[in-house]
């Protein structure tokens, strides 16, 4: 059974970074696109960021594009988000997820991590 561990989420100020790190374990990490999401209380779960199986494609959340970066080391199971130019309302709980599909769907996802807080102060 797969399993992901969300890790450097934090408190930062506005216009400041994170870097969120996911390690896999219990899945075969080079088969699975990997995808980044974010839900706040009472709203939906939401899309941020996909990395394909290979690395070699990556899709974002047009609101994030230019200032987070995806990407995965498929020899330490592991996929990152960095976060740069933070903004108050980025502030939520990020979840790694992974797919056997390239996506943004939710759905679609099959592994979920159990999230990492981030907290944007004006």
């Known amino acids: 059974q797969g399993q992901l561990v969300e890790s450097g989420g934090g408190l930062v100020q506005a216009g400041g970074s994170l870097r969120l790190s996911c390690v896999a374990s219990g899945l075969t990490f080079g088969s699975y696109s990997m995808g980044w999401f974010r839900q706040a209380p009472g709203k939906e779960r939401e899309f941020v960021a996909a990395?394909?199986?290979?690395?070699?494609?990556?899709y974002y959340l047009d609101s994030v594009k230019g200032r987070f970066t995806i990407s995965s080391v498929n020899a330490q199971n592991t996929v990152y988000l960095q976060m740069i130019s933070l903004k108050t309302e980025d502030t939520t709980v990020y979840f790694c997820?992974?797919?056997?599909?390239?996506?943004?769907?939710?759905?679609?996802?099959?592994?979920w991590g159990p999230g990492t807080q981030v907290t944007v102060s004006s």
């Open positions: 997820a992974a797919s056997g599909s390239y996506c943004y769907k939710v759905r679609r996802y099959n592994f």
């Open positions: 990395i394909s199986w290979s690395g070699g494609g990556t």
